[in-house]
Every structure is written in C-alpha cells, then in structure tokens.
C-alpha cells in the first residue's frame, strides 16, 4: 500500500474493505496503527466501510481501538477471526466470529505441490517435517525456540524423517526487517543441525503453500498461517503459545501447543507419537 496512490482513491472509490489477518495488537506496525484512523475519516465523508475477518488482540493501543470502534459501531461492519477479537472490541460492538479466511482457502493441486517439493530436494519417500519459523522481537526467546525446533528436528531425523523449512513471509515481523526473515531463520536451523535444510518459499502463492503444507507429513510452526494451513489439509501441528492470535487459533481448534521453553522430553514425545501415526496413514508413499 503506497501512501499517494492510496490517498488518491480514497477520493473516488465508494467504500473500503479491510480484509483478513491478525492487524492489531501487539507489535503493529505504525502503517496498521493509522489504517483506523483513515478508516474513520472515511465514514465521516459517508463511505462504506467493513473490516472482514481481522484479528484485535489485547496490547493494541487504546488510541487505536478507540477509533476502531468508533468506526464499526453500525451493524454489519465488522467480523473477526477469533472469540478474542471479539472480546477486545467488547459488548458494545457487534463481531460476529467467522474464522479466519484462510482456513477455507482451496489449496493449489497436489501435483503442483509435489512438483515444488521435489525442486527443493525432498524425497517424497520420507516422512516430512515443515518448519515455519517467525523472528520475535525478543533474541533471548527465539534462541529459546531455534533450541526447540533442533530438538525435533533431530528426532525427527533420527526416527527417519527429513527436515524442511517453509518461509512465509519475505521479511520479518516487528519492524526486524529482511536480516531476520523466515529463510534465515531457516538457514541458520540448518547450521545447528550440521546440514543445509531445503526451504520452500517465500512469495509462494498461498493456495500453493497451502497444498505443500498439505503434502508434510507434520508441521511445527511459529507463523499462524502455517498453522491453519497444517489444521485445514489434517497435517499434524505444533505451535508455539506466543501470540494471542496464534495461541487462541490453536485452543479453537485442540491443537498441540507448547511453551517457549518445552522440556525435551516433551518434544521427542510429540515426534515419536506423531511420525508413525502420520506415515501409516499414507500409503501411497509407502509404494512411490
């Protein structure tokens, strides 16, 4: 979203529509903290205006809830992706839950999928864990979790499997910028395990994401749409109980989480309970 172009369509388009994703809340950036603002100043030049299927978590500044409400105080303009969306808003405004969009999203065919696993490298024969990990803006805590994803990526290695990252996104979160987006992260995954890890992404579509998600045999995640798509296509998930979004997500749907310094034990028991589980599961593996 350029600022000038931007401007410019405001002055003609006849409504906008926010849609998806967890906007506000801890660690918005300064362009989503204005968006309300701008949304506001819409309504008061008599635009329609909705914001579809967003996240509003708690730590979003008050500045910035209090023109969003303002904003979405008529029915009908408003729904959220989770009950503590909605629960931030508060009573007075009305949000109905729809999920979060991504959950219905139609994954790109399976061929296409296996196509782009194969071009990275991996071995369909072998049981696949995908990591998609995400910068935090604390260094001490993402060590903390790069030590958890070694962790089961070795048992994962030892009963067997291969390791793969999934890069989301092109840069990372909380204003850290391209020197520690998903792919380093990623790189430096494989470092700690002595071997260059495949990486798939980022930029790819998201229905094509979605399909090699699909394609893993189980996933551990910190980035909340690799965990919805692991939910959607049945692929075994592993998140991390960081983010309200992500761990509200993961509560919604009686998914496994950890905290962010599980004991190993915990780890290697959720690699030996979810491997074989998984790999029986798919025969036509078995016989590629």
Same mark, same amino acid.
């Given at each position: 979203?350029?600022?000038?172009?931007?401007?410019?369509?405001?002055?003609?388009?006849?409504?906008?529509?926010?849609?998806?994703?967890?906007?506000?809340?801890?660690?918005?950036?300064?362009?989503?903290?204005?968006?309300?603002?701008?949304?506001?100043?819409?309504?008061?030049?008599?635009?329609?205006?909705?914001?579809?299927?967003?996240?509003?978590?708690?730590?979003?500044?008050?500045?910035?809830?209090?023109?969003?409400? $303002?904003?979405?105080?008529?029915? =009908?303009?408003?729904?959220?992706?989770?009950?503590?969306?909605?629960?931030?808003?508060?009573?007075?405004?009305?949000?109905?839950?729809?999920?979060?969009?991504?959950?219905?999203?139609?994954?790109?065919?399976?061929?296409?999928?296996? $196509?782009?696993?194969?071009?990275?490298?991996?071995?369909?024969?072998?049981?696949?864990?995908?990591?998609?990990?995400?910068?935090?803006?604390?260094?001490?805590?993402?060590?903390?979790?790069?030590?958890?994803?070694?962790?089961?990526?070795?048992?994962?290695?030892? $009963?067997?499997?291969?390791?793969?990252?999934?890069?989301?996104?092109?840069?990372?979160?909380? =204003?850290?910028?391209?020197?520690? $987006?998903?792919?380093?992260?990623?790189?430096?995954?494989?470092?700690?395990?002595?071997?260059?890890?495949?990486?798939?992404?980022?930029?790819?579509?998201?229905?094509?994401?979605?399909?090699?998600?699909?394609?893993?045999?189980?996933?551990?995640?910190?980035?909340?749409?690799?965990?919805?798509?692991?939910?959607?296509?049945?692929?075994?998930?592993?998140?991390?109980?960081?983010?309200?979004?992500?761990?509200?997500?993961?509560?919604?749907?009686?998914?496994?989480?950890?905290?962010?310094?599980?004991?190993?034990?915990?780890?290697?028991?959720?690699?030996?309970?979810?491997?074989?589980?998984?790999?029986?599961?798919?025969?036509?593996?078995?016989?590629?």
């Amino acid at each position: 979203m350029e600022g000038i172009p931007f401007t410019k369509s405001l002055k003609w388009c006849d409504g906008i529509a926010v849609v998806g994703g967890g906007l506000f809340g801890t660690g918005s950036s300064s362009l989503v903290n204005v968006l309300p603002a701008i949304v506001w100043a819409t309504t008061a030049r008599g635009r329609d205006i909705t914001y579809l299927a967003i996240g509003v978590y708690p730590g979003t500044p008050d500045r910035v809830l209090d023109l969003l409400r $303002r904003s979405v105080r008529k029915p =009908g303009r408003i729904s959220v992706r989770d009950e503590v969306s909605a629960a931030t808003l508060g009573d007075d405004i009305v949000a109905p839950v729809v999920g979060d969009l991504a959950m219905g999203l139609k994954p790109a065919p399976a061929a296409d999928a296996r $196509r782009a696993l194969a071009a990275a490298g991996i071995d369909p024969a072998v049981p696949l864990l995908l990591v998609a990990p995400k910068a935090l803006p604390n260094p001490i805590l993402v060590d903390a979790l790069q030590d958890a994803a070694e962790t089961l990526a070795r048992r994962w290695i030892e $009963r067997g499997g291969a390791v793969a990252g999934l890069a989301i996104s092109t840069h990372a979160d909380y =204003g850290l910028g391209l020197a520690r $987006r998903d792919e380093v992260l990623v790189n430096e995954l494989g470092e700690r395990l002595g071997r260059p890890l495949p990486v798939l992404g980022p930029q790819l579509p998201p229905a094509l994401a979605k399909a090699v998600v699909g394609e893993a045999d189980a996933l551990f995640g910190l980035r909340i749409h690799s965990l919805i798509f692991a939910v959607s296509t049945g692929v075994p998930c592993l998140g991390v109980g960081w983010e309200e979004r992500t761990t509200a997500f993961l509560a919604e749907h009686e998914q496994s989480a950890i905290s962010t310094r599980p004991p190993k034990e915990d780890l290697h028991a959720w690699v030996d309970r979810t491997l074989p589980a998984r790999w029986s599961a798919r025969p036509r593996l078995l016989s590629s």
